[in-house]
Nanobody
């Protein structure tokens, strides 16, 4: 049974930082590209960023480039989203995803999500 468990969400003031973690189990983690998506109330779920299985390549949505960084540890089956210079528009539920990145990300598994709220 595949599980992706996010942690680290919460409430932060604009300009602050948060670090989201995703712990994976039940899959061969090092074989999967990993990604983060977010969904604001009433809006569609959008790609935030991703990292290839090797960790050698990352990609980001334009809205977060230069502020967010994704990293992974294949020995610990974890992927991290470091979010800096947060803005109120970053408020959303953030989801960890496992799948394949070829241009866009095709998702095989989703986490349950963690809420991030940025106050102005």
């Amino acid at each position: 049974q595949v599980q992706l468990v996010e942690s680290g969400g919460g409430l932060v003031q604009a300009g602050g930082s948060l670090r989201l973690s995703c712990a994976a189990s039940g899959l061969t983690f090092s074989s999967y590209d990993m990604g983060w998506f977010r969904q604001a109330p009433g809006k569609e779920r959008l790609f935030v960023g991703g990292i290839r299985w090797s960790g050698r390549s990352t990609s980001y949505a334009d809205s977060v480039k230069g502020r967010f960084t994704i990293s992974r540890d294949n020995a610990k089956n974890t992927v991290v989203l470091q979010m800096n210079s947060l803005k109120p528009e970053d408020t959303a539920v953030y989801y960890c995803a496992a799948g394949r990145i070829i241009g866009t990300m095709s998702v095989a598994y989703w986490g349950q999500g963690t809420q991030v709220t940025v106050s102005s």
